[in-house]
């Protein structure tokens, strides 16, 4: 119904975000990653529901599993009562089959028969098409996300090693699947065979004798390159991808990943040009794979492609689709300043209101290794540098996702946890470094945040589900696109937006997203050749040279292309002022 939806924020930003809004015809996204906030999350959900909750512990047998599927199938249930109730409701002007209609964008088919219905003079006919419209509303999807590469083995309470299937990929995908949700997993930063090896067992994501799938299978990619390898390697298991979600290496929220200097444009471009052959090589692995598993099937399967990451104007939404021929876009970070539709709690909420582009910054923050986008004013960011400045640097380490360290230990720990960094500290004093090069190696120890708690922590303020001496410091990863908002927004407001059918960012002097995503792109080349100054490796300075010739080729692209964007954007606005609905 909608051509946008919302990509996942954070953990707990957008962990009930389809209740608000799946029964408006709103897709969105929810991480499963972090079972212990999603157990209170569906405790606190349950209660308020009317419902009796029954608590999994984790001493049980499969927990982890368990805990998401039961909270998926809430959240299921609440979306359908929900949606059950809107269809009920009369064509009145405060009511929310009205508001359903209302948010829809005005190229909508539907949207255009409801317009037509409320033109209608007889009451009769007028009644007719009101029960039309009710039998076509369909609900946005309640699709999840998780992060191939948080995927640590597990023990049992007896501290004896689980099986690979008790992974925590492994189990937040078995979560997913045993659940009722008729939608789709988001598999995001970088391929896992292990994880993609596991999906094979699953007759949840193989197709009907109508062709139809239970479940299905997004991949979030940052190149054409890797999202071919990933979808021909599960293509070969009889997995289709349904989707590729091709988000901006830099100019996105959460983890950030460079690439080797791919822009988004030209990844576009290529996606454009070599969509068709791919679908063909494609399905070309996945039909005789299915046929060796005895699955008939008579077409060659959907395959949507969609982007996001930076986008913030109705005018790149529709030259994104328009010229790249997308069948939808992404509106992640923009929704953190609508308080009914995501969970950012109140001082969060105002520093991201005050903030200018300063505060929105690409960090080493993560103890993935992986590039994050940071804000500075997160309460979690001044408890970071306040316990450097007490001589206690690092954060205790309760829910051990990221653990990947055995430098120091036999058992994997976790880079931003205390235990590692007063590790990493004492060896670095016993170094005898110059003090420049000591302070640097030991701002890069430092850095590290604690991401497990801090992304999730929001989601329980906001719901009152905070325990007793809980750490409430939050950490949030905007994309840098949220510095040119700088208000608190309706759902209304956001997606009329996204329709331009208003401008929230009227008198703001702000980028277009590519040239915003290329100042990003060549701020990182910098800081990296400054880095190999200091550290010179010949490897990485292959790396870097690769990175260069794709930004100039970038460039070039851009400088192609943009004056044909400028005439294409112009006359996107001018059919968005002059269009009249039907």
Known sequence: ?????????????????????????????????????????RKHHTLENGETYTPIASDEADFRSRRITAYLDLMARMVERNFQHLKQQPFTGNS?????????????????????MLLTVSAEERSRIQEELRNQLVKGAIDVNIMSKVDKLNKDVHGERLDEAFSDASAALRGFAKSSLQSSVVLSAGMNPRLYNYLESFAEFYPDPYGRFMKKVILKVSDFRSAIIQAKYLAKKGIWVSEFRIESGLNCGGHAFATDGYLLGPILEEFKTKRREMLADLFALYHPALNSKNISIHSVPDQVITVQGGIGTAEEHHFLMEHYEVDGTGWGSPFLLVPEVTNVDEETLRNLVDADPSDYYVSNSSPLGVLFNNFRRSSAEKQRLERIAKGRPGSPCNKKYLVSNTEFTTEPICTASRQYQQLKIGQLQSLDLPDDEYQRQFQAITEKLCLCDGLST????????MKARENHAVAICPGPNLAWFSAVYSLDQMVQHIYGKTNLLSGVDRPNMFINELNLYIEYYQKELETLA???????QKYLARFRDQLLAGIQYYMDLFPQLIRQLDAAKAALLQYEPA
């Open 96 to 116: 929310l089959i009205t508001r359903y209609f209302e948010l829809l964008p005005d190229t909508s088919s539907l949207k255009k028969r409801y317009n037509k």
């Open 534 to 540: 200091v550290q010179f490796s010949e490897k990485r």
């Open 458 to 465: 929001a989601a329980l303020i906001r719901n009152h589900e």
């Open 1 to 41: 119904m909608h051509t946008f939806h919302i990509p996942v924020l954070g953990l707990g930003y957008s962990v009930d975000t389809p209740i608000k809004v799946a029964h408006l015809g709103i897709s969105s996204v929810a991480s499963i990653v972090d079972d212990e906030m999603i157990e209170r999350m």
